[in-house]
């Protein structure tokens, strides 16, 4: 596997090699929802807000595998760049269980309870409710394959494989892109399944990624070679991932659940508005999926220099990273203000209500992208320094914010576009605040003694005895 080396060299071309395939597998990911919403509003706008208030639990199952996939990624990278192969490998066996855990246990909780689940959003069609519930329960059973995949590119992003992150999550596309139409509408041996079809070819789909990268993983033999998962990990090395991993994960899991009130204060709107919002979001992820594939670029760009310490590198890095998502974001505010109809009517044909929502939906969102963007490529590097709290406690309270304002704008004359422009001032504060904390930080870390990662805690550091991080 041909790696990018983070820590020599040009900034501006090892970014961009390692941000590239990060940025086009994000791309790659959105064009699986994409996928799905298009073929889906082609059978009915009923369909799309079915998928849409199921989709919700699907954020609740990546912002879970946050946990596992980020604090494995941060930490081996750190081990990486301070050349310990073992302790980085222990970091990866531990994620690859901790997400094992966590996958079981999330997809018996939406199987089980799914009915409350979908209920909670008060949708008003007995069809939309059954659709919403049957897309639940099939896209919940393969919840394992997306939790290891996301561990998976963690891992390989942290040693700069990021090209392998990308073939595998290109095939998976196409796999998707095949499958999509074949179930959704009946073509051939397959039958007519309408939703039921599109849950399970994107479960397919993840299962073809899981397969890919497994196959990478036996070429690979830098890592996983040196990851054995038929070993306990150690308490210590979960305690760690926990750490990095949890403040995150709880941020972006309580984003979700506030979404989920969000959807329930839309729903007063009717399904319409929830098609509207559910692809304005699709289209809106263009800028933001885009700004995370960059982050987690910067991520393990930052905790390799980190664990080398390379402080002047760190700085320079973050500079070119900003510099890129600025540009970047001035293009999606230009896309979403200037042409929201005909991007909404590449989902939506013949609905003028859902059209109508949606135009304002992207035409409000687009004042907020170029912070929005900015706030994700802050987290990127806060969590590469091992810091991931400050982007978690901005995160949290600016989301929580969103709910007291939505029921204030929406009670004046602006009615259901005060929740759009609720969500977008609330990316304007975040992105402000984080932005500028992080540059405080950074500037202590680069002015403050010291350059390289502590020693590791003496109950983790592997004895003599035995082979480390097994």
């Known amino acids: 596997m041909k790696k990018v080396d983070l820590l020599e060299g040009s900034i501006v071309r090892s970014l961009t090699r390692l941000a590239l395939p990060i940025m086009a597998t994000s791309l790659i990911q959105m064009a699986y929802n994409m996928t799905d919403m298009i073929l889906i509003g082609r059978v009915s706008s009923n369909a799309v807000a079915a998928v849409g208030a199921a989709g919700m639990y699907l954020w609740l199952a990546n912002g879970l595998a946050m946990i596992p996939r980020l604090g494995g990624q941060v930490k081996a990278a750190h081990e990486l760049g301070a050349q310990n192969t073992e302790r980085a490998a222990a970091y990866g066996q531990a994620a690859f269980h901790m997400g094992a855990l966590l996958a ?4 018996a909780l939406c199987i089980l309870l799914n009915g409350p689940l979908i209920a909670f959003f008060n949708l008003s069609s007995p069809s939309v409710i059954a659709d919403a519930r049957t897309y639940l329960i099939i896209v919940a059973a393969g919840f394992a394959f997306s939790f290891f995949n996301q561990i998976f590119t963690g891992l390989f992003t942290a040693m700069g494989g990021s090209v392998v992150v990308l073939r595998a999550t290109a095939v998976g596309l196409v796999g998707n892109i095949i499958l999509d139409p074949l179930m959704i509408f ?29 196959l990478a993983a036996r070429r690979e033999t830098a890592l996983f070679p040196h990851i054995h998962l038929l070993r306990a990990s150690r308490r210590q090395v979960w305690k760690e991932i926990l750490k990095i991993g949890l ?31 559910k692809v304005g979001s699709q289209i809106e992820s263009i800028s933001y999926t885009t700004a995370e594939g960059f982050a987690t670029a910067l991520n393990a760009f930052i905790a390799q220099n980190f664990g080398a310490g390379k402080k002047d590198r760190i700085h320079k890095g973050f500079r070119t990273a900003i510099g890129m998502m600025i540009l970047w974001s001035c293009f999606t505010t230009v896309l979403l203000i ?25 035409r409000i969102m687009g004042f907020s ?11 990127g590097a806060f969590q590469g320094l091992g810091r991931p709290m400050p982007p978690s406690l901005v995160g949290v309270i600016g989301n929580a914010a969103r709910i007291p304002l939505s029921i204030l704008l929406s009670a004046t004359v602006l009615g259901l576009d005060g929740v759009w422009w609720s969500i977008s001032i609330s990316s304007i504060a975040k992105g402000t605040v984080l932005f500028i904390w992080f540059i405080v930080i950074l500037r202590r870390y680069i002015r403050a003694d010291g350059t390289r990662l502590p020693t590791a805690p003496a109950r983790f550091r592997p004895r003599r005895s035995e082979p480390r991080g097994e």
């Not at 079981?104 to 997809?107: A, E, G, M, Y």
């Not at 994960?249 to 929830?274: N, P, T, V």
């Not at 200037?338 to 949606?358: H, N, R, S, T, Y």
């Open 369 to 379: 992208q170029i912070l929005m963007c900015l706030e994700i490529a802050s987290s």
């Open 104 to 107: 079981v246990l999330f997809t």
């Open 186 to 214: 009946g073509v051939g041996p397959f039958p007519q399944m309408g939703v039921a079809g599109a849950a399970l070819a994107t479960v397919l789909a993840q299962a073809i990624v899981t397969v890919m990268f497994l």
């Open 247 to 277: 403040p995150v994960s709880i941020q972006s899991m309580f984003f979700s659940a506030l979404s989920m009130i969000i959807a329930r204060i839309i729903s007063g709107w009717g399904d319409a508005a929830i098609a509207a919002q």
């Open 338 to 362: 200037a042409f929201p109809a005909p991007l909404v009517q590449i989902f939506i044909q013949g609905d003028e209500q859902v059209l109508q929502i949606g135009v304002s939906y992207l």
